[in-house]
């Protein structure tokens, strides 16, 4: 079982490019998460998905959209990446209230 | 909204010392409480969680966790400490009214001497 896998790994990002990260999840969750860690600030949610076709803002959704078309995909998408946005990004997924959360591996994403 | 503070953003212990990572929730109802370990360059792996049975609540690698409603705590101990401990530690806690979000504390680096 793979559980939650990310991609890119990492990447560096021109300033004003488009960039999808992916998440894809094989344990049949119906909820996802976003989140951004940054050095002293923690994990902080961007963009949650209760289940396949909802989505909805969580602390930090500025820049950032998503989708959730299957229960196994969640992208997150910059439309115009800036550097503020420079960051690891963690995907998760969790199965009913309560349930622990599992984690992806992370995107390292540098914005120049 | 939930808050949850974690005291110390380094703590430092010699190999064989008591591990003691504080956690501070904001909630007057009972929530769920999670521990999360993540190690360099990792994702966050579960260390354990307390979801209203036993008060005492023991995950992976010998670490455990006690609930007190009173002082809205769940801090985190290991009797001794290992350097392979050497991680960042997350206090986490279920948001409030039903959903299925966590709030995370802003981590506690753990640092194991020989």
């Known amino acids: 079982i793979a559980g939650i896998t990310q991609a890119p790994t990492s990447q560096i990002l021109a300033a004003g490019r488009r960039m999808t990260l992916r998440c894809t999840q094989d344990m049949r969750h119906n909820a996802m998460y976003w989140y951004r860690q940054d050095l002293g600030l923690g994990l902080r949610l961007i963009h949650y998905?209760?289940?396949?076709?909802?989505?909805g803002k969580g602390e930090v959704p500025d820049g950032y959209s998503v989708s959730r078309a299957n229960t196994d995909d969640f992208p997150l998408t910059l439309a115009s990446a800036v550097p503020s946005q420079t960051s690891v990004y963690f995907c998760?997924?969790?199965?009913?209230?309560?349930?622990?959360?599992?984690f992806g591996p992370g995107t390292r994403l540098t914005v120049t | 909204a939930q808050s949850v503070t974690q005291l110390g953003s380094h703590v430092s212990v010699s190999e064989g010392a008591l591990v003691l990572l504080r956690c501070n929730y904001s909630s007057s109802v009972p929530p769920y409480l999670f521990w999360y370990v993540q190690y360099p360059n990792q994702g966050l792996q579960l260390l354990l969680k307390y979801t209203s049975a036993a008060t005492l609540v023991k995950g992976i690698n010998g670490f455990e966790a006690e609930f007190k409603k009173s002082e809205t705590s769940f801090h985190l101990t290991k009797p001794s400490a290992h350097m392979s401990d050497a991680a960042e530690y997350f206090c986490a806690v279920s948001d409030q009214g039903g959903s299925e979000k966590l709030v995370f504390g802003k981590g506690t680096k753990l640092t194991v001497n020989p």
């Open positions: 998760a997924s969790s199965d009913g209230q309560g349930r622990e959360q599992y």
């Open positions: 998905s209760n289940t396949a076709g909802t989505t």
